[in-house]
C-alpha cells in the first residue's frame, strides 16, 4: 500500500511506464521540436504579435531598473567610514584654528 501511494506521488514529468502521468494528456507532444518555447518559426516577413501581457512586463521592468537605478545611486553614504572620515576633518579644522592664532 505505501509503495503504491509512493509510485503515483513520484511520477517523473516524462511521465511513467506505469500508466499515465499527472503533467502530461494524451493531446501533448512527447518531445520537443527544437525552437524556444516549442513554437515554431514563422514563415519570412511575418513578425509574432505581442501577447496582453508582454508590454505592461516590459514597461514595468524597465521603470523598476530605471528608479532603482536612480535610487541607489542618489542614497547618501551613511557608512561609519565615511562618518569617521568626516570626523576626523572636523577635528583636523579644530586644531589648525586654535593652532593658528598661537602662532601669529
Known amino acids: 500500500m505505501l509503495r503504491q501511494r509512493l509510485i503515483q506521488t513520484l511520477r517523473t514529468r516524462g511521465g511513467s511506464a506505469t500508466g499515465p502521468?499527472?503533467?502530461t494528456s494524451p493531446g501533448?507532444?512527447?518531445?520537443?521540436?527544437?525552437y524556444?518555447?516549442?513554437?515554431?518559426?514563422?514563415p519570412p516577413g511575418q513578425s509574432r504579435?505581442?501577447?496582453?501581457?508582454?508590454?505592461?512586463?516590459?514597461?514595468t521592468s524597465?521603470?523598476?531598473?530605471v528608479i532603482l537605478g536612480v535610487?541607489?545611486?542618489?542614497?547618501?553614504?551613511?557608512?561609519i567610514e565615511?562618518?569617521?572620515?568626516?570626523k576626523a576633518l572636523e577635528r583636523l579644522e579644530i586644531e589648525k584654528s586654535a593652532l593658528s592664532p598661537e602662532s601669529e
Open 82 to 86: 565615511t562618518w569617521a572620515h568626516q
Open 21 to 23: 502521468s499527472r503533467w
Open 62 to 65: 524597465f521603470l523598476t531598473i
Open 36 to 42: 524556444l518555447f516549442n513554437r515554431t518559426p514563422l
Open 28 to 34: 501533448h507532444e512527447e518531445h520537443p521540436k527544437g
Open 71 to 79: 535610487g541607489l545611486n542618489a542614497k547618501p553614504d551613511l557608512t
Open 49 to 59: 504579435k505581442w501577447e496582453d501581457w508582454e508590454l505592461p512586463c516590459y514597461v
